[in-house]
């Protein structure tokens, strides 16, 4: 059975204090044991004082993003042991904001998974088409190809420790949800994917989260498909009433 997972991105946004405002509010609703994975993912400047807070909590921390090397003169990146050390349980790779604002390809985002990997730290992996790629009928290569591209060279044993995103771009930021069916569509393939790829074992207890305008209101309508084991929220983590009651309905 997999659990259910629900993840915060907070993307750019929160100053050091109001990160741990958000996340002292967030202990207080949702910091017991909820029978989900809860995760936020603050911006780098706020891990520490989030992982600080969280501490003794049900609550784990996520990156946003990670570069691949350990350490050396990359200015500006932040590397998996550095995430490591400060308590990220998991980062996410391969955002929709990373591949289409920044230019990154699948070829990176499996070097950064891996790279995560070897610190034990878990990579939410995101995957999803754009709306010109849903149109042309290409959902399914799309998507594929990111699968195959972002996992490369990661074992079966690694696998265990993987969670998928699957985020169209067209639902993300703007107020338009895949439909449940829509979804489901889309996570069944991506578990036949990787029962294809890593076996049946591997595709039955991968979490496939789906992300894109998640909200209070359709979160129950969404955790009702079979393949979708949680979600990954952005604007509507940013205030804890309402990731709280996303929480509450991806209890299922
Ligand atoms: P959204 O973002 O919930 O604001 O659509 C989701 C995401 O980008 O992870």
């Given at each position: 059975?997999?659990?259910?997972?629900?993840?915060?991105?907070?993307?750019?946004?929160?100053?050091?204090?109001?990160?741990?405002?958000?996340?002292?509010?967030?202990?207080?609703?949702?910091?017991?044991?909820?029978?989900?994975?809860?995760?936020?993912?603050?911006?780098f400047?706020?891990?520490?004082?989030?992982?600080?807070?969280?501490?003794?909590?049900?609550?784990?921390?996520?990156?946003?993003d990670c570069f691949w090397e350990e350490e050396g003169a990359y200015t500006g990146e932040i590397s998996p042991p550095m995430?490591?050390?400060?308590?990220?349980?998991?980062?996410?790779?391969?955002?929709?904001?990373?591949?289409?604002?920044?230019?990154?390809?699948?070829?990176e985002?499996?070097r950064k998974?891996?790279a995560?990997?070897?610190?034990?730290?878990?990579?939410?992996?995101?995957?999803?088409?754009?709306?010109?790629?849903?149109?042309?009928?290409?959902?399914?290569?799309?998507?594929?190809?990111?699968?195959?591209?972002?996992?490369?060279?990661?074992?079966?044993?690694?696998?265990?420790?993987?969670?998928?995103?699957?985020?169209?771009?067209?639902?993300?930021?703007?107020?338009?949800?895949?439909?449940?069916?829509?979804?489901?569509?889309?996570?069944?393939?991506?578990?036949?994917?990787?029962?294809?790829?890593?076996?049946?074992?591997?595709?039955?207890?991968?979490?496939?989260?789906?992300?894109?305008?998640?909200?209070?209101?359709?979160?129950?309508?969404?955790?009702?498909?079979?393949?979708?084991?949680?979600?990954?929220?952005?604007?509507?983590?940013?205030?804890?009433?309402?990731?709280?009651?996303?929480?509450?309905?991806?209890?299922?």
């Amino acid at each position: 059975m997999r659990r259910p997972f629900i993840a915060g991105n907070w993307k750019m946004h929160k100053t050091v204090s109001q990160a741990v405002a958000l996340v002292d509010e967030l202990i207080e609703l949702v910091g017991g044991d909820q029978g989900v994975e809860v995760v936020v993912a603050p911006p780098f400047t706020a891990l520490y004082p989030v992982a600080q807070r969280l501490k003794g909590s049900n609550l784990k921390l996520s990156a946003q993003d990670c570069f691949w090397e350990e350490e050396g003169a990359y200015t500006g990146e932040i590397s998996p042991p550095m995430l490591a050390d400060v308590g990220c349980a998991y980062c996410i790779v391969g955002h929709s904001e990373r591949r289409h604002v920044f230019g990154e390809g699948s070829d990176e985002v499996a070097r950064k998974a891996r790279a995560l990997l070897a610190h034990g730290v878990s990579p939410i992996v995101c995957v999803g088409e754009t709306l010109d790629e849903r149109e042309e009928g290409r959902t399914i290569k799309v998507v594929g190809s990111q699968l195959q591209g972002s996992l490369e060279g990661l074992s079966q044993k690694d696998m265990v420790k993987v969670v998928i995103a699957y985020e169209p771009v067209w639902a993300i930021g703007t107020g338009r949800t895949a439909t449940p069916y829509q979804a489901q569509d889309m996570h069944a393939f991506i578990r036949g994917w990787l029962g294809d790829s890593f076996g049946g074992g591997v595709a039955s207890s991968t979490p496939i989260l789906y992300g894109g305008s998640v909200k209070p209101d359709n979160i129950r309508g969404l955790m009702a498909m079979d393949d979708i084991d949680g979600a990954l929220v952005g604007g509507a983590s940013l205030k804890a009433s309402s990731f709280a009651q996303i929480i509450e309905g991806g209890k299922g």
